[in-house]
């Protein structure tokens, strides 16, 4: 399994995860591609442990070399620091 990370700023309203609901604040992204091509989105905050799911975030690539670009789209969706 491959996967990226970033650390982010998440904008008003925050990031929806399954888990929890709603999480505010300095986090981070991780996104996982499995061998099938199943891409899945997760969050943390920023130094915890704990992931959680981010609701609705995930999706099969046709190409796994698309996933770098991918993570990069969800990154720039996210990152909101100025809201």
């Known amino acids: 399994m491959a996967s ?9 309203g925050g990031v929806m995860t399954d888990e929890v609901g709603v999480v ?3 986090l981070e992204l991780c996104t996982e591609l499995s061998e099938d091509g199943e891409l899945r ?8 442990e704990e ?3 981010v609701t ?6 046709a190409d796994p ?3 770098e670009q991918v993570h990069s789209l969800l990154l720039g969706l996210l ?3 100025e809201g």
């Open 4 to 12: 990226l990370s970033s650390l982010f700023v998440a904008g008003p």
């Open 24 to 26: 505010t604040g300095d």
């Open 41 to 48: 989105a997760l969050v943390r905050y920023e130094g915890a």
């Open 51 to 53: 992931w959680y799911a």
């Open 56 to 61: 609705n975030g995930s999706c099969a690539l």
């Open 65 to 67: 070399r698309d996933h």
């Open 79 to 81: 990152n909101r620091p």
